[in-house]
Every structure is written in structure tokens, then in C-alpha cells.
């Protein structure tokens, strides 16, 4: 009797399963990372299947498929459940003192950064980073010019503990909270992280995004005046909301990205130019350019 195994085709079955819960955005948001660091499993899987095989065909298909799956369902587990408690919560605190303008430049690894205007009034930036760090998970340097123009950095520390996937850091939570009313630059560097930036009340005068596979969501600001902002992202979802009676020039380069702009506000200029009808005299408006590769863009 010819019997033959299932257990690669079974596999690409269960991965094209996984893979369309994705897409439709069924899966936790942190299924990703920390399906990667249960990579194990594979080999688990594996060894079964070819221990297995040497009684039945058929039973080390099964054992194989087995085991895999029971990796998917702890990864989807783990990562609904925010990958267990808090280890680590680290306070952020930088002082406004005599600053008239701010510079942010934020390192994040794979977890998510929510940022706001919302900053006490004798602070410039405040926050807190949650981690399952048992140390010190980030570090900041401040500089400061003559002219009061204050310069923050903030950067994750690496985990140094083995992993397969070179860069992989644990999951850091960050929220932040930044002075209003101060003209402010941003400069936030990513990999698999969630970004939601709520810029409506800051004074930004230039913003620059560099993202990996990361679910990024901004709101522009509604009354800074001039303002840029430029998006490099990868396979990424990219989402940014222009507040009303904002004006904005956007350009962008999509490669295999599906890109979905509100035609009502900004009308197509060009191939890649989309602009409103009112931005060279408006009072505040945004100059967008956009770089993404496989991504979903969306601006409206």
C-alpha cells in the first residue's frame, strides 16, 4: 500500500489561513513578533514528523501539523493576552525650562509609541515606557543650544538575550506627552511597532517617519502654520488624518502599496502629486511626502 505523507501541504494550508486572518485584521496586533519568538516550535514540529514517519507516513504528518498548530494557537494566545504583565514601568520627565523650540528623536524597537500635545505645563516632554525589562529598558540624552532650542533623544536599550532574528528587542510600551505651543521637530525611527502620534495641538514644523512592518497612525496638527512631514515605511499600514480647513500638497511614491486618498480634499495634480485646491493660500498646510513599499496608505 502506497502511503504518503500531508504534512507540507497541510502546512501551507494552515500558513494561507494565518496569512488571510491577518489581512483581515483577525489576529492580535502583536501575533507577529511573538509568533517569530516561537520559532522553536518548528524544529519541535519537524523532529516529530520525522520520528513519527518511521511507523506511519500518515501519523508523522499528523504529529507535525499538530504541533504546529498548537505553536499558532499559543502565539495567538500569548499575544492577546499583551505577551503576559508588566515587568518594568519607567517614568520620562524633561523639564521645559527657558526651551522656545524642540527637537524629539525616538529609537523604538518591536511594541507600540502613543504621543501626544498633552505635556504638564512646566515639562517639555513627559511619559512613561512599560516593558518586561527587569533593568533600565531605554536611555535619553538632552542637549540644549544658547538659542533655547532643546534637542531629546530617546532610544530603546537592546535586549541582548539570544534570538534568531538578528534586531529583535522585547515588546516596549511607550506614551508620551509633548509641550504645546513650542515649535517642535520629530524624528521617529521603528520596526514592528504600533505608532499612533496625536499632533492635532503641537506647533510641528517637520516630522520624519521610518518604519518597518509597523500599523502607523497620524493626525496631523490643525494650526502649526508650514508644516513636513515625510513617511519611509516598508509593509507597513500608513494612515494620516488632515484636520479640516488644513491644506496639503502629497506626493507619493508607492511602489506595490495601495494608496487610498480623499479626492474631495486633495485632488489629483500629477502620476503622484495630489494637492488641494486652496493650499497656496492657505494659513496652515502641510507639504507630505511618502515612500512605501508593500504598504496600505491612507489620507484623508
Known amino acids: 500500500m502506497d502511503q504518503r505523507g500531508f504534512g507540507f501541504a497541510g502546512a ?5 489561513i494565518v496569512a488571510l486572518l491577518w489581512n483581515f485584521d483577525v489576529l492580535p496586533d502583536r501575533f507577529g513578533p511573538v509568533a517569530w519568538s516561537l520559532w522553536p516550535v518548528a524544529l519541535v514540529a519537524v523532529g516529530a514528523g520525522l520520528a513519527l514517519s518511521r511507523v506511519r507516513v500518515w501519523l508523522g504528518s499528523t504529529a507535525f501539523l499538530v504541533v504546529l498548530i498548537a505553536g499558532f494557537g499559543t502565539a495567538w494566545g500569548m499575544s492577546a493576552a499583551s505577551q503576559g504583565p508588566v515587568l518594568h514601568r519607567e517614568t520620562i520627565a524633561v523639564k521645559l525650562g527657558e526651551a522656545s523650540a524642540a527637537r524629539l528623536e525616538l529609537h523604538v524597537g518591536a511594541g507600540s509609541l502613543t504621543l501626544d500635545a498633552e505635556a504638564p505645563p512646566d515639562l517639555l516632554l513627559a511619559g512613561e515606557l512599560e516593558s518586561r525589562a527587569v533593568d533600565t529598558a531605554y536611555s535619553i540624552s538632552e542637549s540644549h543650544s544658547p538659542g533655547g532650542r532643546s534637542v531629546i533623544e530617546l532610544r530603546n536599550v537592546p535586549d541582548w538575550d539570544f534570538s534568531f532574528w538578528p534586531g529583535q528587542h522585547r515588546s516596549e510600551d511607550w506614551t508620551l506627552h509633548l509641550a504645546p505651543h513650542i515649535p517642535t521637530e520629530i524624528r521617529v525611527e521603528a520596526g514592528a511597532a504600533d505608532i499612533d502620534l496625536d499632533l492635532r495641538e503641537l506647533m510641528l514644523r517637520h516630522l520624519e517617519i521610518e ?15 508650514q508644516t513636513e512631514a515625510s513617511f519611509e515605511v516598508g509593509a507597513a499600514s500608513l494612515r494620516i488624518t488632515v484636520p479640516e480647513g488644513v491644506a496639503a500638497r502629497i506626493q507619493v511614491d508607492a511602489g506595490l502599496s495601495s494608496v487610498h486618498i480623499g479626492d474631495d480634499r486633495f485632488p489629483q495634480a500629477s502620476d503622484d502629486v495630489y ?8 494659513a496652515n498646510r502641510l507639504e507630505i511626502t511618502i515612500d512605501a513599499g508593500a504598504s496600505h496608505v491612507e489620507i484623508r
Open 275 to 282: 494637492v488641494s485646491p486652496d493650499f497656496d493660500r492657505a
Open 12 to 16: 501551507l494550508i494552515l500558513i494561507g
Open 211 to 225: 518604519a518597518g512592518a509597523a500599523d502607523v497612525n497620524v493626525t496631523m496638527p490643525a494650526m502649526a502654520g
